[in-house]
């Protein structure tokens, strides 16, 4: 996935109230943009790193710029607006990147599933096998060792998807879980049961009732994000 437009950068004064964070560009001017992802971002925003923001030219827009990557201070390369890992999935899937999911002849987002009103990601169709429900999830957080961790942040929307997911494997479907891993100091992927435990419980129970986890790595720079390669996930004990 190219960027639209070349994206600009400037150092990372702070994130706060969530959505906003404040930058300071080449000529000193500080800027406030608007910062799309929800989740704690541990490591993804160190004041001091670099920040590298997208422009949009809708004039209604109170924020125009978005914090698209970070480059930290070792850097690493980090996406980390949240809304490109279904993006970045969805065209890895068409050009046949990931092995596990390719010869189906449909491909939806965001269609309504489960007991407990959700919308999957994306459902892959066809006529001669079951239907694929996928949920992704995007990987930011490092620990030590270059093992990364998800979620960063207690989440019972996460939890409430893996319950969905294995209602369907219940019902003759395939679930796959699908970590993005878009950060580019990670090499393998771990449930955070230290930060969400009821998560890693959940995570468990759905992979001995049959759904699949999958890790795939993004390469990342200023111009462009790609998904490349399979890495591996390490389950609890």
Known sequence: ?????????AKLIK???????DIELDNSDVR??????TGAMTGCAEPGSTVWYS???NPKRKYPNSWELTQTLNNDWICVNTAQANRLVEEAIKNDVIDELTDYTSLRAEVKYGTENSRIDLLLESESRPPCYIEVKSVTLLGKNRQGYFPDAVTTRGQKHLRELMEMVDQGNRSVLLFAVLH???DNVSVADHIDPIYAQLLTQAVKAGVEVLC???ELNKDQI???????F???N
């Open 1 to 9: 996935m190219k960027f639209a437009q070349p994206l600009q950068s």
């Open 15 to 21: 994130r706060y109230k969530r959505f906003l964070a």
């Open 32 to 37: 406030t943009i608007h910062c799309a992802n």
């Open 55 to 57: 422009t949009s030219d």
């Open 184 to 186: 580019s100091g990670i």
């Open 216 to 218: 795939y790595k993004a």
């Open 226 to 232: 790609k998904l490349t390669n399979c890495i591996e």
């Open 234 to 236: 390490r389950h609890s």
